[in-house]
Structures are given as structure tokens and as C-alpha cells.
């Protein structure tokens, strides 16, 4: 990991070509040093990486010929032996509630605000990642770190941070996701990289000074080898600056449909940097239907009906928890993306709701769990104050005594209807989320839920699945591509019509419905609509 160079060496070293000018304000994180720290981390993990998204694309051959995921036996000796992860940092040793959203300035100090115990700022799924709010995001979270962020609205009103703000974690993007404004040798780098690096270097030496340390959470992993890249990057990162082998700390996202079978590994080959897991509901659903796009006996019905509740998600909180305490991990639980009202008695039946989905993480023995928005937070705390009473966490839940879980209950499809409301509505959600996406925002309110890029993958992988097989909704149509587009141009009427002309002529809703035309009539599976998406934003 070139630790016989010595950092000045190192940091003389850049072979980068950026495609946009770097301002004056890009320098205060985008400086020559850390430049020079990401050249490095480019020059030692991109092949690497390639190699990585090559075996995905291999793997998923093989499901979809007719092999289904399994657990993998030849890391039976690892599964077998005991073991447990390094440690947990104190300040992440209580995390019974976390609040996400992306790394824009007044939702930093809001989140870091709010009654929870950690802020997971998010540079992938719920941000659009423009130049621009990549740089402006990684300013807030150094000025947040510092404790000199605030922010001013167009009325006047002051945002500032209170004096014992949440704990900060730093989403990155995932293995799939480039950088495109970002080159080497005339190919983009990886955007995960370029989120760690700047976030990592520009802050690691104030966060520890304050008590804490660079957090992470890394999303859709799909094996053991990809969080051993990871791993690498990190103890790499560490030897870059002299910081002893686990001072970064990162929880990993098993929201990939491969990745569940193999959560003993992931634990084990990221040992001295992992300090948990969490059920990444949303895009494991995505990931189910993405992996499984092949399987005509595995179509998911309406996504309102796909919920903690059927086996299939069932057994992955169960065997998360159980695999995750079994190693000194924690094991966290899933988003609840409600939005609160402001009619006293819709709110009241929101927060009903949320309730009954947190007492069933909480009795599971989830150590804690996630909203999307900061009125969920009381409702949510007093759910996990009952479950823990004077615990930090729930560790000591081992769930020894329950049945092995299988990998036919993990990929056991659910029961229930495709109906036309069902596909209507993922056709509405889907397009009015890619079209604030592709206009620069990747967190949005729709119909009473905080939608991020999970959700509309869910939505329009539905459909292209429903489409692929043949599939007949219960009033028996049968889904085609003809009926889909037939659909689509309805529903963008009434997009237009709730959303008023104004609004709509000023989007970008025509785009947005072309690509989602694109991407769900396809023969091929377009694997991540951010993908094309991406090729929209400047």
C-alpha cells in the first residue's frame, strides 16, 4: 500500500484531469494535498474495482441462466469460529435512532439538530450528485465538524447548531457509482473514492480532536470481497497519515440481494473497521427484484404490500440481528420514510404506523433504526427507550434459540395482488422522483413518503418485471410495454394536473417520462436508473 513512501512523497503524486474549474471555493476542500491523497487511493484501488464490477456482472449471469444465491461454503471456517469485530468507538456505542438525508447546509444543521443519535449525511441515494452539491456538501459537513456551519432562508431565519449535535456518518457512493468530472487516463473515477477521500482527509484530525473519528456507511456491497476492498482503502487511508489500523469505522448496508448470504464474511474481512450492519429495506427490495429479474416464480406483487412483515424480509432482519451480535456487531434496522402532517389526526395515524414498524425491529433486537424526517424522532425514541430501558444498545440479543434461517425463506416470494392502482402509482412515484433527480434534487416528498432513488427503483423494476414475464394484473390486464406507455402518458397528465402547469412546464417532467419510457421497455434491465440519470446532471 506504498507505506515505504513517505506522505510527502506521496502527496507529490497526481495524475488527475478534472473536467470542471476548481473555484475558490472548491479549495477548501478540493486543495492540493487532498488531491494528492485521492491520486493515490485512485492509483492503488481502481483496477481493483473494475475487477470487482466485472464479477458482478458474472455472478448475476449465472442467476440469471437459473442459479439462485446461496450461502457460500467454502468460507465455512470463518462462519464456524469464533471471532468478534475490533471495537466500537464510545460515541457510537448508543445509536437506538438515526436520522438520513443529503449533505445540503440547512438539512445538516437540522439533523444534527434533531432528537437523535446520529445524522447519517448522505452523498448517495438522496442526493443528486451534481458538481456542485458534492463540493457544497463536503464544505457543510468540515464547517458542521468545526462547529461554524449556519444557515439563512429567504425570510431571514437563522439555522445554527446547538452546542451537543447527533453524531456524524458520511454515506459514500456505492462501488457502482463514477465520478464523472473526475479522470484518469481519460476514465472516470470511482465516486465512492472521491466522496472518502475528501471527507476522510479534510476532517479525520478535527474529528478526533473532538472525540469522535471518520464514520462511514458504505452501501450496496454485493460480497465479501468487495467489503475487503473497502477494508483495504481504509487501513490504506490510515497508513497515508500514521492513524492506527481501525481508527475509521464503517456500517455496512446489506441491502443487495447477494449480500445477505454472506454477512459473516463481510463482517469478518472488514473485522477491524466494521462496527455493524443495517437492513437496507428499500433497495434490498430493489436488489430482489433486480437479482431475480429472471425468475418468473419470484415477481414481487404492489410494492404497498411488500413489507417487513413477508418471510423473505422477515428472515433478513432475523439472521441480520443474529449474525450481527454473534460477532460484537450492531445490527440496525430499516427506514421508516413517513413525512409527518399537518392534520392532527392523519399525523396521528403516521405516527401509529411508524410506531407498530418500530416496536417489530425493536422486539427483533434491532440496536436502533432509521427515519427520514426529524417529527418521526420522539415517536420513534420513546419506541427504542421502552425496548432498551438503561442498555446503550441491544448486543446482548443473540436470538440463539431461533431456527435456522434458510436460503428458501430469503427467497421466498410474497403473496399478493398487482393491481392497476399499484402500477399507476409506481408510474407517478418513479417519474416525479427521476425528474427532482435530474434537476438536482435526489430527496423528495411525494404522496406523504420521503422518496429516495430506492423507491423509484422499486417502482419501475416492478413494472419491467410484470412486463418481462407476462404478469396480468387483478382486474386481468395483462402488463405489456404497450399498456405501460399507455399508462405513462395518462399519468403524466396527472402529474401536471396535481402539480399545476406552471410547475410542470418549469420541470422536467417530459424528460423524466422519456427516461422512464427507456429504462422500463427495454429488453435489457437498465441496473440503476442514476445510471443514465447521472448523464443529465452537469
Not at 476522510?200 to 475487503?228: C, T, V
Not at 402547469?501 to 441496473?527: K, N, P, V, Y
Request: proline content about 3%; glycine content about 6%; overall charge negative.
Amino acid at each position: 500500500m506504498n507505506e515505504g513512501k513517505t506522505m510527502e512523497q506521496q502527496l507529490s503524486i497526481s495524475d488527475l484531469t478534472f473536467t470542471k474549474d476548481i473555484t475558490q471555493q472548491d479549495e477548501q476542500v478540493l486543495h492540493a494535498d487532498s488531491i494528492a491523497f485521492l491520486s493515490f487511493l485512485v492509483e492503488e484501488f481502481l483496477p481493483r474495482r473494475e475487477q470487482l464490477l466485472k464479477d458482478r456482472i458474472e455472478r448475476q449471469k449465472s442467476i440469471d441462466a437459473g442459479m439462485l444465491p446461496n450461502f457460500i461454503m467454502e468460507s465455512n471456517s470463518i462462519k464456524n469460529s469464533e471471532w468478534k469485530i475490533q471495537n466500537i468507538p464510545d460515541d457510537l456505542m448508543d445509536r437506538r435512532i438515526e436520522i438520513t438525508g443529503p449533505v445540503e447546509r440547512k438539512m445538516v444543521i437540522n439533523a444534527l439538530n434533531a432528537n437523535v443519535k446520529v445524522f447519517m449525511a448522505d452523498f448517495e441515494d438522496s442526493l443528486s450528485p451534481s458538481w456542485e452539491k458534492l463540493i457544497e456538501g463536503q464544505i457543510n459537513l468540515s464547517d458542521a465538524i468545526k462547529g461554524e456551519i449556519s444557515y439563512t432562508n429567504e425570510n431571514g431565519k437563522v439555522y445554527q447548531l446547538k452546542s451537543n449535535p447527533a453524531v456524524l456518518i458520511a454515506r459514500v457512493r456505492g462501488l457502482h457509482l463514477d465520478e464523472k468530472h473526475v479522470l484518469v487516463d481519460g476514465k472516470p473515477i470511482s465516486g465512492g473514492l472521491f466522496d472518502f477521500a475528501l471527507y476522510f482527509f479534510n476532517n479525520y484530525q478535527a474529528l478526533l480532536a473532538k472525540g469522535s473519528g471518520p464514520y462511514f456507511y458504505i452501501p450496496k456491497l454485493e460480497s465479501w470481497q468487495e467489503a475487503q476492498w473497502w477494508s483495504d482503502v481504509f487501513s490504506a487511508a490510515e497508513n497515508f497519515v500514521g492513524l492506527p489500523r481501525g481508527t475509521i469505522k464503517a456500517t455496512v448496508l446489506i441491502e443487495t440481494l447477494p449480500a445477505v448470504f454472506q454477512m459473516d464474511e463481510i463482517l469478518y474481512h472488514m473485522r477491524h473497521h466494521i462496527v455493524g450492519l443495517n437492513c437496507g429495506r428499500w433497495d434490498y427490495i430493489f436488489s430482489y427484484i433486480k437479482t431475480l429479474k429472471e425468475h418468473a416464480d419470484r415477481v414481487l406483487p404492489d410494492r404497498q404490500v411488500v413489507t417487513m412483515t413477508q418471510e423473505f424480509l422477515s428472515a433478513y432482519s432475523r439472521l441480520l440481528i443474529k449474525t450481527c451480535h454473534h460477532r460484537g456487531a450492531f445490527a440496525m434496522g430499516g427506514m421508516s420514510a413517513f413525512i409527518p402532517s399537518k392534520d392532527e389526526l392523519e399525523n396521528q395515524a403516521i405516527l401509529a404506523k411508524v410506531k407498530v414498524d418500530k416496536e417489530l425491529e425493536a422486539r427483533n433486537g434491532h440496536d436502533g433504526s432509521w427515519i427520514a424526517h426529524p417529527g418521526l424522532a420522539d415517536t420513534v425514541m420513546d419506541v427504542f427507550n421502552m425496548a432498551l430501558g438503561d442498555r446503550k444498545n441491544q448486543l446482548n440479543v443473540r436470538r440463539e434459540n431461533d431456527d435456522e434461517i434458510t436460503a428458501e425463506q430469503l427467497l421466498k416470494p410474497c403473496a399478493g395482488e398487482r393491481t392497476e392502482a399499484g402500477m399507476r402509482a409506481n408510474i407517478r412515484v418513479a417519474v416525479q422522483y427521476i425528474e427532482a433527480w435530474i434537476s438536482g434534487n435526489g430527496c423528495v416528498p411525494i404522496y406523504g413518503l420521503m422518496e429516495d432513488a430506492a423507491t423509484a427503483e422499486i417502482s419501475r423494476t416492478s413494472i419491467w418485471q410484470w412486463i418481462r414475464h407476462g404478469k396480468s394484473l387483478s382486474n386481468g390486464m395483462k402488463v405489456t410495454k404497450i399498456l405501460f406507455e399507455e399508462m405513462l402518458d395518462e399519468e403524466l397528465q396527472v402529474i401536471q394536473k396535481e402539480l399545476g402547469d406552471q410547475r410542470f412546464q418549469s420541470g422536467r417532467f417530459r424528460e423524466a417520462a422519456e427516461l422512464m419510457r427507456r429504462i422500463t421497455t427495454q429488453d435489457e434491465l437498465i441496473e440503476f436508473l442514476t445510471i443514465p440519470g447521472y448523464q443529465l446532471l452537469d
